[in-house]
């Protein structure tokens, strides 16, 4: 390609978004320019899509229901044990045409109209609704949780060390049944403090840049996983039956120090100074990927571990069937929370510890 046609395509990608060039490799699609957002955000996990384009958004003191276009929101119900209110607001779907949210604190689950009324308040098992994940056919899903913390060097959470198993319960529940099993990955012991037994404390963390497996639920009650040893996804369809996906190929990458991050505690622990002056536990390699976000149509997209030092984040493309081999590049601290049909929502930290919440064009299935 000669140098015009470089700086046409260059051009071509400030203004549409999109385009098969890369300073990582030439084949990855290019995604640069937002076509809304919405800052000043808690750090958002989990974002719905409404059929007029606005996105729904529990923060921890309110829903929200946003135009990024605009720019603007309004709020869903409000705080309180009422019908219509919330404490915890953390995970939202649609839901029979309606918006849905789960409240962590209270146990249960809403469902306003699209006008903004109330359609429903239903109790939820408190296993369920510590950090589950709903289907639209009746289902909670949510991983093993520890019985007990251990304080040796890995965190034996009353389970096997290799594994930890995801439950569906029907709803109400509270019984499940468990439909599979991820690999447990572990967190070492991190003790800190000044010498004295007053001052002494520990933290369980996860080495960073491990992958473990990920996983979602797709909105007919289908499951996904991505296994972090193998680069691939397998998936369970709502009866039951299992594929296991094909293999990507990574190779995996050596960690230095210049992929050092510095430790952040919770606010208001007493040794809060101190755990900020630390390193985290790193891993020696670099698996495949970080965290995976599924799209309606079982496409799943992962986060790809790269070198330090990088200047975009990279995510590859697995379909519903046959090998992965696209590979979209967004921009730098871009991180996905929602793949739709139509859009790509990310998430980024600003230089005030607020979170952005930005929407891109999804690409094509048959760009490149």
Known sequence: MN??????????????GCSHEDTATASD???TAPTG????????????????????????RAVLRADLTAGVADTLGRLGEGPGEYKQPFRTLLLHGGIAV??????????????????????????????????????????????????????EAGRAKDSTGIYRMTLPGPLYDTVAKIYEIGKVTIR?????????????????YQTPDVWGVQPDGGLWIARGRENRIDRMTADGKWTIGMPRAFEPIPV?????RKMHSFPGLPSSSVLDTMYEPMAETKGPF?????????????RMHQPAGYRRERYAVFPV????????????????????????????????????????????????
């Not at 970080?290 to 997209?301: H, R, T």
Request: charged residues 25%; negative net charge; proline residues 6%.
């Open 3 to 16: 140098r015009p046609r470089v700086m046409a395509a260059a051009l071509a990608a400030l203004a549409l």
């Open 29 to 31: 699609i290019l995604i």
């Open 37 to 60: 957002r919405l800052a000043e955000l808690e750090r958002v996990w989990s974002v719905a899509e409404l059929p007029d384009g606005r996105v729904v958004i529990p923060q921890s």
């Open 102 to 155: 789960m409240d962590a604190q209270l146990s249960r689950l809403t469902v306003w109209n699209p006008d903004g009324t109330v359609r429903s308040t239903t109790p939820l098992s408190r296993y369920a609704s510590f950090g589950g994940v709903l289907d639209t056919v009746g289902h909670a899903w949510f991983e093993q949780l520890p019985a007990n913390i251990s304080i040796g060097d890995v965190n």
């Open 192 to 208: 800190f403090g000044n010498g004295t037994l007053r001052g002494e404390g520990a933290t369980f963390r996860p080495r960073l």
């Open 256 to 260: 230095t120090k210049a992929d050092r």
């Open 290 to 302: 970080a965290e995976a976000v599924a799209g309606p149509d079982g496409e799943v997209w992962t």
């Open 321 to 368: 069937s046959g090998p992965s081999t696209r590979t979209v590049s967004l921009p730098l601290g871009r991180v996905l929370v929602a793949v739709t049909a139509r859009n790509l929502y990310t998430i980024h930290e600003d230089d005030d510890g607020f979170w952005e919440l930005e929407r891109y064009d999804r690409p094509a299935e048959g760009a490149r």
